[in-house]
T-cell receptor, first 111, second 116 residues
């Protein structure tokens, strides 16, 4: 399984755009990249998933360069409620292949 | 969206007792459920994979006789922590997948276990 590396923590202020980068140097051809958000004492929540280039939904964008060895989660105009831990997972899109959570990035949004 | 519930949300028990945690998929049938454990300030660690009607597959280092998993139906999996000890105190989270070629994990809200 491809290992992921993320910054341990990040600080931001309300209204700013936050970009969290995840390195996955040994990503396989069939692997997808998925990001989850976790609030304290809650289960993780799916944010976005992509394979290459750019994916955008109502809450975030995911940028994946051509070599796919990294990916960047972009959160536009963060608010205090975006304070959470963000996890990047890499694996094939079938059950049993995207189960390894790395350390995650603890994002703190300040007023 | 797909909803997964867990019960109880919080449990406190005495050392040596057993505790059962339920994980239910409320609006879909889950072919596979996963159990994770998360210690404070740490990431989620997969404990076992549970398929309906078959024995669970445990990750290395997880004692199958201590953490009993039953997946009796497509909407319910249970994790029983037997003879709990203080070091078993943790946040237990389940997830479920619908099946097919696209298997997003839908996570439950977690269960906080405290063993005194």
């Amino acid at each position: 399984l491809a290992k992921t590396t993320q910054p341990i923590s990040m600080d931001s202020y309300e209204g700013q755009e936050v970009n969290i980068t995840c390195s996955h140097n040994n990503i396989a051809t069939n692997d997808y990249i998925t990001w989850y958000q976790q609030f304290p004492s809650q289960g993780p929540r799916f944010i976005i998933q992509g394979y290459k280039t750019k994916v955008t939904n109502e809450v975030a964008s995911l940028f994946i360069p051509a070599d796919r060895k990294s990916s960047t989660l972009s959160l536009p105009r963060v608010s205090l409620s975006d304070t959470a831990v963000y996890y990047c997972l890499v694996g094939a899109r079938n059950a049993g292949n995207m189960l390894t959570f790395g350390g995650g990035t603890r994002l703190m949004v300040k007023p | 969206g797909a909803v997964v519930s867990q019960h109880p949300s919080r449990v406190i028990c005495k050392s040596g007792t057993s505790v059962k945690i339920e994980c239910r998929s409320l609006d879909f049938q889950a072919t596979t459920m996963f159990w994770y454990r998360q210690f404070p300030k740490q990431s989620l660690m997969l404990m076992a994979t549970s398929n309906e009607g078959s024995k669970a597959t445990y990750e290395q280092g997880v004692e199958k006789d201590k953490f009993l998993i039953n997946h009796a139906s497509l909407t319910l999996s249970t994790l029983t922590v037997t003879s709990a000890h203080p070091e078993d105190s943790s946040f237990y989270i389940c997830s479920a997948t619908i099946g097919g070629s696209y298997n997003e994990q839908f996570f439950g809200p977690g269960t906080r276990l405290t063993v005194l």
